[in-house]
């Protein structure tokens, strides 16, 4: 038989690798785990270690040499008995972090500013550490942003010195990737948060009320608009939608290079009206005096500067969107511009819905393509001998892969993000299922 044949299992490949370190960052998300499961079970099978990194990079960042890194504590080696049924299981068997050795790092120059890069030289330390020949990086697009620093660090070390190669598995539920079509999660995610918004439509019915619903989806709107397609939700709006009347420019400073930007905000005026528009065209030409509308959290950083100045913000500089509470926000103005127009009150409730689909168990689609980036991961490694790819797949989970170059802005070294392009067939499809408002 050989190796072309239907049932002969994929070869072994020569290879110089000790071991393969595998890490997950950021939020959750479902089938992380057959992400990680048919990873490891690829190198594995060729003979290649599996070092799981716990908890992304915040044990990484703590190494020095007087302060190792202790197995079963801040990692651990996969073994096959580690792997057992994990395929469809929720939760992520590594934990997550959302540590960022690459934060200082915002330029190629900053690639040769011995402090600025001092994080980033821990982590490839701490990896040394451990024997690693190749790292996994599995998640959203800071990690991604992460991976790429990781690669431009090592590209300036003496010529020589031990290389790690790294690959990295795009992850997140808002699905706002270049370079794919789906990422891993999304399809669970709408489902799970579709089937509480249909509980949330038969409970408004009953109670002739509305709802506001906020969707995770800080960037680009798919989340929420798959979850409102899929649920039957009587409106729908994104940071896509914020143009046009929508939409305001104002002028802001940069805090660390002190120039001034016209940014775009959104009218929040205008965006409540087409709300309500929404509400009494339901009430007096449908007959429905319920619904529920779903808004993406990232229109909270379309609030204005003076709203968002004392809003904390992460690591990678993104606002605490629930400091804001952008659903409430959005139900209490809602419910007054209501009763401005009409005399008449309406019960408004604001809701935050998105923690509960990270962890929930996959379904079957996402097991299927999270394995297929798993495997390719360690297929671009090891088969491939690549070094700075995100792994993909188009049509029937085929797999390619996309250099880092074609991801990141050069200059910034910040990824660019994918939104629900106005106008294409998916946005308008949502249009389409809503209740028709004449603009």
């Known amino acids: 038989m050989t190796d072309n044949a239907p049932l002969s299992r994929p070869p072994k490949i020569e290879h110089d690798f000790r071991n393969a370190a595998i890490l997950f960052s950021g939020g959750p998300a479902p089938a992380a785990n057959a992400v990680i499961s048919t990873c490891a079970m690829a190198f594995l099978r060729n003979d290649i270690g599996v070092v799981g990194v716990r908890y992304g990079y915040s044990h990484l960042l703590e190494y020095s040499p007087e302060n190792p890194l202790v197995e079963g504590e801040h990692y651990f080696q996969i073994t096959h008995s580690h792997l057992k049924r994990t395929r469809n299981q929720s939760g992520i068997i590594l934990g997550t972090a959302r540590a960022n050795p690459g934060k200082f790092i915002n330029s190629p120059a900053h690639l040769h500013d011995a402090e ?190 003076a709203q968002l100045k004392d809003v904390p913000r992460d690591e990678h500089g993104h606002i605490s969107v629930a400091h804001l509470d952008l659903a409430k926000t959005f139900s209490r103005l809602v419910a007054a511009e209501y009763e401005r127009q009409t005399g008449r009150t309406k019960k408004v409730t604001g809701l935050q819905l998105g923690y509960e689909s990270r962890c929930s168990r996959p379904q079957a689609f996402d097991v299927m393509l999270g394995s297929q980036l798993g495997v390719g991961a360690y297929r671009a490694l090891v088969e491939d001998k690549l070094d700075g790819v995100m792994i993909s797949v188009a049509g029937q989970l085929s797999l390619h892969n996309v250099p880092f170059s074609e991801l990141v802005d050069p200059d910034t070294l910040v990824t660019r993000v994918r939104l629900v392009e106005p106008g294409s067939d998916f946005h308008r499809l949502a249009r389409f299922l809503e209740t028709y408002v004449n603009e």
């Open 116 to 305: 600025r890069v001092a994080p980033m030289k821990t982590t490839y330390e701490a990896l040394c550490s451990l024997n690693v020949d190749a790292l996994v990086s599995i998640g959203g697009d800071d990690t991604l942003k992460t991976a790429n620093k990781f690669k431009l660090y090592q590209d300036t070390l003496p010529e020589g010195s031990h290389r790690i190669p790294v690959v990295h598995v795009p992850k997140t539920i808002d699905n706002d990737y270049s370079g794919i079509d789906f990422t891993f999660g999304y399809f669970t995610a709408v489902e799970i948060l579709a089937g509480e918004i249909r509980n949330l439509v038969a409970d408004a019915e009953s109670s002739r009320s509305y709802f506001v619903v906020e969707t995770m989806g800080r960037s680009a709107g798919w989340l929420a608009y798959g979850a409102a397609i899929a649920s039957e939700s009587s409106l729908v709006i994104s940071v896509e939608d914020i143009t046009g009347r929508y939409a305001v420019t104002e002028t802001t400073t940069d805090p660390e290079t002190g120039e001034s930007r016209e940014v775009t905000k959104m009218n929040i005026d205008e965006v409540i009206r087409r709300i309500v528009r929404t509400m009494r065209v339901r009430e007096e030409e449908e007959g429905k005096k319920y619904g529920v509308v779903v808004v993406a959290e990232g229109l909270a950083e379309y609030f204005s500067e």
